[in-house]
């Protein structure tokens, strides 16, 4: 079993950066991936960016693609999502989520960033 947690969001004006952070702990072990998604106000859930255990493997969603930069330290079981010219399109609540297999198996309760025009 795995537990994520997300902190880091808040409330910023657009082109405004914001730092995202996931601290897993448990059975954490080694050969975890984990991913950011974030669901909008009355839209689905969608991906944002994944990445691999050793941190050298990113797949990002295009709407974020040259703006969000996710990376790990595994000293500290930490992932950071960092957010640079935010938009108000990305106002969200964000979810971690940890899997070793194909599914998306453990997942934090989320954090709110609003991005204000």
């Known amino acids: 079993q795995v537990q994520v947690v997300e902190s880091g969001g808040g409330l910023v004006q657009a082109g405004d950066s914001l730092r995202l952070s996931c601290v897993a702990s448990g059975r954490t072990g080694s050969g975890y991936h984990i991913g950011w998604f974030r669901q909008p106000p009355g839209k689905e859930r969608e991906f944002v960016a994944t990445?691999?255990?050793?941190?050298?493997?990113?797949i990002y969603a295009n709407s974020v693609k040259g703006r969000f930069t996710i990376s790990r330290d595994n000293a500290k079981n930490t992932v950071y999502l960092q957010m640079n010219s935010l938009k108000p399109e990305d106002t969200a609540v964000y979810y971690c989520a940890a899997r070793r297999s194909i599914n998306w198996d453990y997942w934090g309760k989320g954090t709110l960033v609003t991005v204000s025009s």
């Open positions: 990445i691999n255990w050793s941190g050298d493997s990113t």
